[in-house]
């Protein structure tokens, strides 16, 4: 069969300002994928930049092409099965919408196609929508409320209004929230532009100033452990990942830029139970990955969901010793479940290593060559914004560390230590492991 994996970008990404620089390459998983997979002739289509697909061995689409011609040009090469790897972009995380509207045009071709729907990229895009969908299915979330930016501020284009009825109820609902509160966006990216605020005052003034730009969300803070989780497979077929820990910055909130992953740790029967029962009934297809809060109340939050590949992927690609491609693959077109009681799934001993994912700075190529060879670093992913202005948003090198017990991690993280000895994250990294003893 001929099975070909595609993503598309919504923005017009200039591969000269930003740059992915991987270590193994992408074109190194693919080719062993594609040797240990021989009796299936496998292609990757995607537009630039080319996150988690082969950096030479793709097929680029234009980046001007639209969804339309980006699904003709994969009906051109007569494929089988087409799988669906969605990645995300600035400054909306909506790819998922993306990669779904090529996936009914491929669908309608009669190409068998794994991909989430229009509908579940909807849901999941609009974090609104979100928490209605998990409140019908009686998940727990942390209470909150929905300010719609037009009615908050109707008097500016309405002279006739007095009294902004609409702003009262929602002071009104604010009121009702236990402190300290979330404030973010409906539609953004990750914790991007995520504000925590500690009084009411201080929730008014956020409303009425200029960075209350667009619809709202303002959530309870909930106190508890931050987790990550991802899900794979198809309806009837999913497997739960075992779960990662996330550190917190110090308003309380995982940071993208300088988050710590720390694991695996065996899900609990019921949060499994929830996870598959949210899988199904959005019907995930492929990759969807889930951000949960362990109270102090002992309840399970969920927070987020992002139905595409995340943060998280390289990190089980390296827990399972298998390529982004491969439990792809296997877990939709094989229909098989990832068994973690079988060790041809991870290693050869049939034991889950332990892994830590940590933020380094920037570095050069020739220095990410040196740090790749240090026992037990095995994975390195940097992104570079030669575009951002501020050093903090030209990005980071992802780094995974893998070893047998904690002890092993930790001494990969000091040798990091001694190259980077002024860095937070690695002194963080270094804290988290120095915890786990106890």
């Known amino acids: 069969m001929k099975i070909i994996f595609y993503s598309t970008n919504s923005n017009q990404s200039d591969s000269s300002l930003f740059k992915i620089d991987v270590l193994q390459k992408n074109d190194d998983f693919f080719l062993q994928f594609k040797q240990k997979n021989h009796k299936h002739d496998f292609i990757c289509v995607t537009q630039e930049p080319k996150m988690f697909m082969p950096e030479t061995l793709s097929v680029i689409v234009p980046k001007s092409c639209d969804y339309k ?85 109707c008097a500016g284009s309405h002279k006739e209004v007095v009294h902004n009825v609409y702003r009262e109820s929602v002071f009104s609902q604010m009121k009702k929230l236990r402190l300290p509160i979330v404030i973010k966006d409906t539609s953004g990216l990750s914790s991007y532009g995520m504000t925590v605020v500690n009084t009411y005052g201080e929730f008014a003034n956020y409303l009425n100033s200029k960075r209350n730009n667009s619809n709202r969300i303002a959530e309870e803070f909930i106190k508890g452990q931050q987790f990550g989780v991802e899900i794979y497979g198809i309806a009837g077929n999913y497997t739960v990942m075992p779960m990662f820990l996330f550190s917190v910055n110090q308003y309380g909130i995982t940071s993208p830029k300088q988050s710590v992953k720390f694991g695996p740790f065996c899900v609990p029967k019921k949060l499994k139970e929830m996870l598959l029962k949210i899988a199904a009934t959005l019907d995930f297809s492929g990759c969807a990955q889930i951000d949960l809060v362990f109270g102090e109340d002992g309840k399970w939050y969920v927070i987020e969901i992002n139905p595409r590949l995340s943060g998280m992927s390289y990190t089980y690609s390296v827990l399972l010793n298998k390529s982004i491609f491969e439990m792809l693959y296997l877990s939709c077109v094989e229909n098989e479940k990832i068994d973690f009681t079988k060790s041809k799934w991870f290693s050869e001993d049939g034991k889950l290593p332990k892994i830590i994912n940590l933020k380094l700075p920037l570095i050069e190529t020739n220095a990410m060559q040196k740090i790749i060879k240090i026992k037990g670093i095995k994975f390195l992913n940097q992104t570079n914004d030669l575009a951002a202005k501020q050093e903090r948003e030209k990005g980071f090198c992802e780094c995974i560390i893998s070893g047998k017990d904690n002890e092993e991690l930790l001494e990969t993280v000091q040798k990091l230590r001694i190259i980077f000895p002024e860095d937070s994250i690695v002194q963080l990294a270094e804290s988290m492991l120095k915890h786990a003893r106890h």
């Open 69 to 153: 011609e980006f699904a003709k040009r994969i009906i051109d090469l007569k494929p089988d099965i087409a799988i669906a790897m969605t990645f995300w972009v600035n400054p909306y995380d909506w790819l998922t919408i993306n990669d779904a509207l090529v996936g009914e045009l491929l669908a309608s071709a009669e190409i068998k196609t794994f991909c989430h729907s229009v509908e579940t990229g909807l849901i999941c895009f609009d974090k609104y929508r979100t928490r209605h969908a998990l409140e019908k299915l009686a998940i727990d979330i942390p209470r909150g409320i929905f300010v719609d930016h037009d009615m908050y501020f």
